[in-house]
Every structure is written in C-alpha cells, then in structure tokens.
C-alpha cells in the first residue's frame, strides 16, 4: 500500500520533506501546492508526476490523498490547519513552529479535541540520531536530570522566499522560530512541564545592515532561557546565531546524582568547509559521578540521509514513523499539546525578555485544563 502526501509549501524545508521522502518505500507526492514560482519550478522537477494544486482547497480535495504535510511559513500554519480542517478528514504533519502568536492557543485546543485525524507537529530533533541516543541513555546516566543545559551556537538565518523569517511578526521571534525544538527537547528530557521562565536576548550582530522592502528585520540573533520545571528540575538555553566557526552546533548537557552526559552535534554537513577537513562527528558523553570511567559514543549518521537534508536524518526518521501513523499502527509522538507548550515556552521568553520580569507559565500559557 503507497502512502499518498499532499505537500503545502515547497521552500527550503518542504524539498527536504519531499527528498526525505523519496528515500521512504511506498510512499509518494500526489499534489503540492507552493505559490512562489521559483520554488515550485524546483519542486517541479523533485516531483514531475505531482499535482500542481491551484489553492490550498484544491491539494486538500485531491481524492487520491492520503494525509498532508504543512512547510510554509510559520505565521501561515494556524489559518491553514482552520481551512484544512473544515474541508477534509486527513492526518497531518505540521511543521514546527506550530503557532506565532498566544491567542491562537484556544483555536489549538480545539483541534486537538475535535478533528477526527491525528495531526503531528515536526520536532524533527528528538529524531536526530546522536539525539535520540542520548534520550535513550538520559535517565540511566544521570539517575533522574536534575539540571539540563543546551547551546546552540550556529550560522544566521537564512534567506527564505520574501525573507520572511527577518521579522519576528512572521516568525514567532526566534525563541519561537528556532529555539522550540529545545524548549520541546527540553519537557521530553525532564519529563516535566514549565513553570517559571525567564529570558534575555536580542539583536546584537546580524541582520542589522539588511532592508526588506526598506524595513530593518528585528529577528534576534542570540539569548538565554532559564525554566523552572514542575518537578523541581531546571533547564537553560543559550542560543548564538553568530558563531557558525564552531565545531558542534547543538550541545546538550543533563546532569543527574548517578552523572553527567552530553550530546554533541556538528552542523550540516554541506556548511562545513572543506579545508578543515573531515567534519567531526557526532558524540555522546557519559561520566558517572564516581568517576570510574568517561564513555564516548560516536554517532555516524548515514550518508543518503546526512544529504538528503540539513537535520542529521532526522526529517526521514519522522517521516518512518509518521507513514505508521498515517496506516493506522501508532499515535503521534508528538502532539498539539506537544508542539504548543514547546512554542509557548519562546513566546514565554520572549515576553520576559521584553518587558523584564519572570513568567509564571502556568498561568498564562499552559495548555486548557491542565
């Protein structure tokens, strides 16, 4: 049986979904949809035999569908969930960020009780290899996190259609844009929800020479995260977007009172430069409190896949157990209420960092009747 994908949105990100896709058996694009003409004439030649849909109306009434993937731009996601939603019973996968704006948490809410199909949001970074070995290895190693700390230092924002992802009421911001996978990393390693979160951050070095239709961006380029959790765990997140000459682009680290691991992850693999030569790879860390050994773990990531997009695998990983969901074998691993808490942990920040003070989570962003 072939998995049939109706893709909306064919930028950057959308190639990789369909690349990642072509490397999946059973599966195939019947219809995209992608209004910029640039990036539907790529598209074209990714998927010669797909439909090319005229509206988002006209992929989702595609009878052949079998369940739909969302790429576009993060301030398009919500509307586009209400209209797919209204039309049409299919599973989706929806790219992170879920949402960009607080008030759309009750129209999430809602979904998340009343749509008949599964919908999964795309944390492609719980798929990453190193990643998902560390996850396996979190609660042995350190005996229960107690505190969890994770970098990101990286190259700035790229150049998307329009450039929409300059400004932060088309993005989210970038503690919504960017950093939801690790507030997302974050619930799942500790096992607990958010309670108090404060933030700082800014723009400090990128972006500011840049016009866009002759407006400054106000994307930030660098912040932090402290979170309070319900369990009495605490997290931190630092996040650099000037510091592209690092070796490792994420680190991860969870200490515990059995020990410490750590995860460290390079960036993709076409930005590295060549004269340097072999990338490092990825590694994960382990060393117990009595020190009696360091153990380090390297995670090769497969080549196919290493090219096929820019996230170490982990688009196809998602997708290997999306199609399971979509035949009816499993639920989503990662849900509405997942990928909420995840964006609300940024607007969270976000709110902090602006306006100085501490954000009581619980009480203004926590997912209804919790």
């Known amino acids: ?23 999946i ?59 797919i939603t209204a039309l049409r019973t299919l599973p989706i996968l929806v790219e992170k960020p879920l949402a960009t704006d607080p008030a759309d948490r009750a129209t999430v809410a809602e979904m998340a009780a009343n749509y008949g199909a599964p919908i999964w949001v795309a944390m492609e970074y719980r798929f990453m290899p190193p990643i998902a070995k560390f996850l396996e290895l979190v609660e042995e190693a350190t005996g229960g996190v107690k505190m969890l700390t994770l970098r990101e230092h990286r190259f700035p924002f790229l150049h998307k259609v329009n450039n929409w992802n300059r400004f932060n009421s088309q993005s989210g911001g970038t503690m919504v844009e ?14 607990a929800d958010p309670v108090r979160i404060v933030g700082s951050g800014g723009q400090m070095a990128n972006h500011k020479d840049e016009r866009v239709d002759g407006v400054a961006p106000d994307i930030w380029d ?9 369990n009495g765990a605490r997290a931190m997140l630092e996040i650099c977007m000037f510091a592209e000459g690092s070796d490792y682009q994420e680190e991860i680290s969870a200490v515990g009172p059995k020990g410490k691991i750590e995860c460290l ?32 773990i390297d995670v090769p990531v497969d080549e196919t896949l290493a090219t096929a997009g820019d996230h170490h695998g982990s688009t196809f990983h998602q997708h290997e157990q999306f199609v399971r969901v979509v035949r009816g074998e499993i639920d989503p ?38």
């Open 1 to 23: 049986m072939t998995t049939v994908y109706g893709v909306i949105g064919c930028g950057m990100m959308g190639q990789e979904h369909i690349r990642n896709l072509a490397l």
């Open 25 to 83: 058996p059973d599966t195939k694009i019947g219809a995209v949809y992608e209004p910029d003409a640039g990036m539907l004439a790529v598209t074209r030649e990714l998927v010669p035999d797909a439909k090319v849909a005229t509206s988002i109306a006209d992929l989702v009434q595609t009878p052949e569908l079998d369940c739909l993937l969302i790429a576009s731009p993060n301030y398009m996601h919500v509307d586009q969930l209400r209209e």
């Open 178 to 191: 960017k950093c939801c996978h690790f507030f997302d990393l974050m619930r799942l390693i500790t096992k």
């Open 222 to 230: 660098s912040g932090y995260s402290a979170i309070d959790f319900d």
């Open 265 to 296: 992850v390079p960036g993709p693999a076409r930005m590295w430069p060549a004269h340097r030569g072999p990338q490092p790879e990825a590694k994960v860390v382990i060393s117990p409190r009595d020190k009696s050994a360091v153990t380090v």
């Open 333 to 370: 691993q990662v849900t509405l209420r997942d990928g909420w808490m995840a964006v609300a942990m940024g607007m969270a920040t976000q709110q902090s960092a602006s306006d100085d003070v501490v954000v009581d989570f619980a009480g203004q962003y926590a997912w209804p009747n919790d």
